[in-house]
């Protein structure tokens, strides 16, 4: 908004400029006439023709008043520029500045507020990080508990195992042993009583029988 009125208090200045240069044109034209009507007159009065007097005046020397009317020009075009145009152009360009320095306040701002948040988001993967070692270490901890409580209970169990085949051979060894001895006596009697053919009673024969039996229990315990 400002800028837009100091573009048009330059071009109001120059619009008052043109009528000076107007002015100051004609003023020059007419200066031009009564100058060079001057300078023929000393030429003619110095002895000089007419045709001297009708020569081109140097086009690159300005006339006095066209100078004159100029540097006013000049003057009054610089006092309302200084006036009222250098003030709004120096506003405009404060508050431009005044927006740069906002914008890099607030991409600083941002610049700050990312790096936080960076900071923020390393330190929970830092986090995440040791929490999922502590969990794996758990877990492997878990494991290995685990396992050993496995083994022992499987070496626990096949020791049982082996501890109830051991008394089952062992039940099975003594009523093998058992029936064996029923057998042997049995055989015994029968080959006894065929061999000697004798009236033994039936309590001296059992004793003799039990004490072969034990006997054969002794040698066949050994062996085993």
């Avoid at 003023?27 to 081109?56: F, P, R, W």
């Avoid at 250098?86 to 914008?103: F, H, N, Q, T, Y």
């Avoid at 929970?124 to 508990?145: F, G, N, V, Y």
């Avoid at 055989?187 to 004798?198: D, G, Q, R």
Wanted: charged content about 25%; aromatic content about 2%; proline content about 3%.
């Amino acid at each position: 908004m400002r800028t837009k009125k100091s573009v048009a208090l330059v071009l109001l200045a120059l619009a008052a400029t043109v009528p000076l240069g107007g002015v100051a044109g004609a003023a020059s034209e007419n200066g031009a006439s009564s100058h060079a009507a001057e300078l023929c007159i000393e030429i003619l009065e110095a002895g000089g023709s007419i045709d001297a007097c009708q020569e081109a005046p140097n086009p690159i020397l300005p006339e006095p008043v066209e100078l004159i009317w100029g540097t006013i020009a000049f003057v009054v075009l610089f006092a309302a520029m200084a006036k009222f145009a250098l003030p709004a152009v120096k506003g405009a360009m404060d508050d431009r500045e005044e927006r740069i320095r906002s914008s890099i306040e607030e991409a600083d701002s941002t610049r700050t507020e990312a790096a936080t948040v960076l900071a923020g988001y390393q330190a929970q993967l830092a986090d995440a990080k040791a929490e999922a070692a502590r969990i794996i270490e758990e877990a492997r901890q878990t494991a290995d508990s685990l396992k050993r409580d496995l083994t022992a209970r499987a070496e626990a169990e096949a020791a049982e195992l082996r501890q109830r085949n051991a008394d089952q051979v062992a039940a099975e060894r003594d009523r093998v042993m058992a029936e064996l001895q029923g057998q042997v006596a049995t055989l015994a009697i029968e080959l006894a009583e065929k061999v000697v053919e004798s009236n033994l009673d039936r309590d001296a024969n059992m004793r003799l029988i039990e004490s072969y039996i034990n006997s054969v229990g002794t040698s066949g315990g050994a062996r085993a």
